[in-house]
């Protein structure tokens, strides 16, 4: 970025910004969603605690 001062931009000039930026955030948010829906279709490995009976006399 530059260090030139930048006039300030009138509230439709922001609100057009706010649309792009929310617009963008709104497309990453569904890339996301869409690379960990395959994951989420996985059943999680069961894990079971492997209990012994030593362990039980502790």
């Keep these: 970025m530059s260090d030139v001062p930048v006039a300030p931009e009138s ?4 609100l057009a910004q706010m ?3 929310l617009a963008a955030l709104n497309a990453d948010l569904d890339q996301l969603d869409a690379d960990l ?4 279709q996985q059943p999680a490995p069961s894990i079971t605690p492997s209990i012994t009976p030593e362990a039980d006399r502790a």
């Design 19 to 21: 649309e792009r930026m």
């Design 37 to 40: 829906q395959p994951s989420a």
């Design 11 to 14: 509230p439709q000039n922001l």
